[in-house]
């Protein structure tokens, strides 16, 4: 009991490390990813003041509205009494992220309620060393408001997933509608966010009867019509001004298992050091080789034709890189790629069980990357790390919720985080023409 307390001791004290720095980051205008001053200055601002000083219908047509989500954020800050001065928005959105690793908290509590709180504490304040996480906190980037509404929906969907429909009819109709409510909401602050819709919809009306799946289908129905008509006016998925970011890019899908596939790289550790990764080859199907090979073929044609720096994610970013600065020859270098992307590959078809909700996720990222000009690694960061630990189904050797698993994923943030803050340091002294966009 005493040797539980000192570690409890010691996870709040490292914990409050991380809370700090945090803090202490916004104070200093940290922008370890890199895009969040940038943005903010050159987009986020002008599209606020343009909701903020236009009738909603004309801000969404208008050819100054720059952005590539859903508007909810911007209609949200209409309403925003501390949208007048630049200091005091970004003071007021990062009062509101700060919601978010509690909302993680409380959504952990409720879930693995066996668990010991103050590991629990640990996981949640881990969020708070994402790089990704921390600039998009700073610097009032949209993606938090989806991620507000992800967690609201994880946390109903759990309360929900242990009612039943025949006993708690009132009870089950009220949650299931408020959840799809919520993740309606996530989608509406960004596009990205409809395998959470999907997922709930696909779920709930396989588990249950020909009556609920008639009423949810309205209901869900209800939920969408904003979304066709805002399609409608656009003419497409984004605003009228983006509409140029979508466009078949077959080279999305080497990125996205390389942007992913390192967020796998703690569990693959732990699996290491455990000596069970081997053993994970029994669970291999068939039908696992067959999309293995085929997805294979398919990151092999897909491959990109030069190094490039903007978005791309980190791995091919730094084999980039290279490329540039060492004069590496470029078809090694696109070899390596290649077969760290089949090692991600790998990693997907073995560590996750093959459910609804975990084919969701993929499909809809994996063709939303091939179908999106610029992609970028904050498209799933801090969303996957969350998910890790709140929506994936993993085989039954991982158990998530694990000391082990717990500390790689910090050991792995705090380097991330460092080798952001290094990266961009050093960025303009070094990688001024290659890598950087000067401010």
């Known amino acids: 009991m005493k040797h539980e307390s000192n570690y409890n001791l010691i996870y709040l004290f490292i914990s409050l490390v991380i809370i700090f720095t945090y803090f202490f980051g916004f104070y200093l205008d940290e922008n370890s990813a890199g895009g969040g001053k940038i943005d903010f200055y050159e987009h986020e601002w002008g599209n606020i003041n343009l909701f903020k000083n236009s009738k909603l219908s004309s801000a969404l047509t208008d050819l100054e509205f720059r952005s590539g989500r859903t508007p909810l954020y911007l209609i949200l800050n209409k309403f925003n009494p501390f949208t007048t001065d ?12 700060i919601t978010i690793p509690i909302l993680f908290f409380m959504f952990l509590k409720k ?7 103050g590991i629990l504490i640990f996981l949640s304040s881990i969020l708070m060393l994402s790089p990704y996480f921390r600039t998009m906190s700073f610097w009032a ?4 408001l989806a991620i507000f509404f992800l967690l609201l929906s994880l946390i109903s969907f759990n309360y929900l997933s242990k009612l039943s429909c025949e006993i708690n009819l009132k009870k089950y109709y009220f949650f299931a509608t408020l959840t799809i409510i919520l993740s309606s909401l996530s989608f509406y602050s960004d596009q990205k966010y409809i395998f959470l819709s999907l997922f709930i919809y ?3 009306i396989l588990e249950n009867n020909l009556k609920f799946f008639i009423k949810y289908s309205v209901i869900c129905t209800l939920c969408a019509v904003p979304a066709f008509y805002l399609f409608y006016i656009w003419g497409g998925l984004v605003p009228i001004d983006t509409q140029f970011r979508l466009i078949f890019s077959p080279s999305g899908i080497n990125y996205f298992f390389s942007i992913i596939g390192i967020y796998l790289l703690p569990i693959f550790v732990v699996l290491i050091i455990e000596k069970k990764f081997i053993s994970l080859f029994k669970n291999l199907k068939i039908i696992d080789l067959v999309i293995f090979l085929f997805l294979a073929i398919t990151l092999f044609f897909a491959l990109p034709n030069e190094p490039k720096f903007n978005g791309v994610g980190i791995v091919f970013k730094f084999l980039s890189l ?7 020859n470029w078809n090694l270098i696109l070899t390596t790629y290649y077969i760290f992307n089949l090692f ?8 996750f069980k093959k459910t609804i909700k975990n084919y969701v996720f993929f499909l809809v990222y994996g063709l939303g990357f091939m179908w999106t000009y610029i992609v970028y690694q904050q498209y799933v960061d801090p969303l996957f790390f ?24 910090f050991l792995f943030y705090l380097f991330l985080l460092i080798g952001a803050v290094y990266y961009r340091s050093v960025c303009s002294l070094y990688f001024m023409k290659a890598a950087c966009q000067v401010q």
């Not at 879930?111 to 709180?117: G, R, T, Y």
């Not at 290279?322 to 590496?328: R, S, T, Y």
């Open 202 to 204: 696909l779920t709930l």
């Open 111 to 117: 879930k693995f309620n066996n668990e010991n709180v």
């Open 86 to 97: 630049i200091e005091e928005f970004r003071r007021s959105y990062f009062a509101f992220a």
């Open 141 to 144: 980037d949209q993606e938090g």
């Open 322 to 328: 290279a490329n540039d600065k060492l004069d590496i």
């Open 344 to 351: 991600f590959l790998f990693l997907v078809l073995i560590l």
């Open 386 to 409: 969350l998910l890790i630990f709140c929506y994936f189904n993993f085989i039954d050797e991982i158990k998530i919720i694990n000391k082990k698993y717990i500390y790689s994923y």
